[in-house]
Nanobody, 122 residues
Framework: QVQLVESGGGLVQAGDSLRLSCAAS????????MAWFRQAPGQERDFVAV????????FYANSVKGRFTISRDNAKNMVYLQMNSLQPADTGVYFC???????????????WGQGTQVTVSS
């Protein structure tokens, strides 16, 4: 089992930055790929970014490429999402997820946090 707790969300203006954190605990956290997804009201949960177990591989949704950076610190069991140049379209609940596949599909991730709200005003 892996437990995930997100933090760092908030209300910001367009163009601002935020850094989300995900604290992981449980078995073999450093062996899991970690990802961020987001969900806007009434929308499906969308892939944002994924990082492999070592941190040596990352992949981003086209909508955030060049603005967001995913990273991890396996010594601290932490995963981060640095979000720059935020836009109103980035608004949503951001979820941290852990799984064994380097994938952008929600079904590939067995463990999920409760989410943290990010609201970007124009």
């Amino acid at each position: 089992q892996v437990q995930l707790v997100e933090s760092g969300g908030g209300l910001v203006q367009a163009g601002d930055s935020l850094r989300l954190s995900c604290a992981a605990s449980g078995r073999a956290v450093s062996s899991h790929a970690m990802a961020w997804f987001r969900q806007a009201p009434g929308q499906e949960r969308d892939f944002v970014a994924v990082i492999n177990y070592s941190g040596g591989g990352t992949f981003y949704a086209n909508s955030v490429k060049g603005r967001f950076t995913i990273s991890r610190d396996n010594a601290k069991n932490m995963v981060y999402l640095q979000m720059n140049s935020l836009q109103p379209a980035d608004t949503g609940v951001y979820f941290c997820a852990a799984g064994f596949s380097f994938s952008g599909r929600p079904s590939s991730f067995a463990y999920w946090g409760q989410g943290t709200q990010v609201t970007v005003s124009s």
